[in-house]
T-cell receptor, first 114, second 111 residues
Framework: ETGVTQSPTHLIKTRGQQVTLRCSSQ?????VSWYQQALGQGPQFIFQ???????GRGNFPPRFSGLQFPNYSSELNVNALELDDSALYLC?????????????FGQGTRLTVV | SQQGEEDPQALSIQEGENATMNCSYK?????LQWYRQNSGRGLVHLIL?????REKHSGRLRVTLDTSKKSSSLLITASRAADTASYFC???????????FGAGTRLFVKA
């Protein structure tokens, strides 16, 4: 167990809908990163949050947005869902930005868009 | 690509043999982390090696880092069927802190 929990574990949505995925960081961790992993591929970086501010973003359109709350839990929101958004969404938390420490992952949310 | 390469893409070995996976990167890193993933679930952290370190061990795992060649390797000794999984290296590049994954190596250990 990494102490990072994600909800829900599975989700089926219809194209065009909106979805919110949630991540609870390991205790004491203030940095959260989100990844999208398509079947058979490596995780692709979506964005990172540090102390409630976005700290970096990968090549994802603006309909992918996020939030980090004062307790450092986080949300990933995806608007106008497309079929290609079907993937495993992973969040990872780490102790402190720039401390060169491990990032621990949750079990992921499997999103299917139909 | 910025993240470099991982090889081989897939590796099939017999139980008891050693497995070596390689990871390259393109620009300076703070650290490199190795992860295991079973059947598309969450990533399990194996080892973190910092840019000023050359070798780290954890049980049957050994990771090396060669910054002159911008490459790292993960060695699993005396493999077991339970080691069957996908293995990823994740590079934390300097100046950004985001961690970038490659496509991974799929390891199959036959009993």
């Amino acid at each position: 167990e990494t102490g990072v929990t994600q909800s829900p574990t599975h989700l089926i949505k219809t194209r065009g809908q909106q979805v919110t995925l949630r991540c609870s960081s390991q205790s004491g961790h203030n940095t959260v990163s989100w990844y999208q992993q398509a079947l058979g591929q490596g995780p692709q970086f979506i964005f990172q949050y540090y102390r409630e501010e976005e700290n970096g973003r990968g090549n994802f359109p603006p309909r992918f947005s996020g939030l980090q709350f004062p307790n450092y839990s986080s949300e990933l929101n995806v608007n106008a869902l497309e079929l290609d958004d079907s993937a495993l969404y992973l969040c990872a938390s780490s102790l402190e930005l720039g401390l060169n420490t491990e990032a621990f992952f949750g079990q992921g949310t499997r999103l299917t868009v139909v | 690509s910025q993240q470099g390469e991982e090889d081989p893409q897939a590796l099939s070995i017999q139980e008891g043999e050693n497995a070596t996976m390689n990871c390259s990167y393109k620009t300076s890193i703070n650290n490199l982390q190795w992860y295991r993933q079973n059947s598309g679930r969450g990533l399990v952290h194996l080892i973190l090696i910092r840019s000023n370190e050359r070798e780290k061990h954890s049980g049957r795992l050994r990771v090396t880092l060669d910054t002159s060649k911008k490459s790292s390797s993960l060695l699993i000794t005396a493999s077991r069927a339970a080691d069957t999984a996908s293995y990823f290296c994740a590079r934390e590049y300097t100046g950004g802190f985001k961690t970038i994954f490659g496509a991974g190596t799929r390891l199959f250990v036959k009993a």
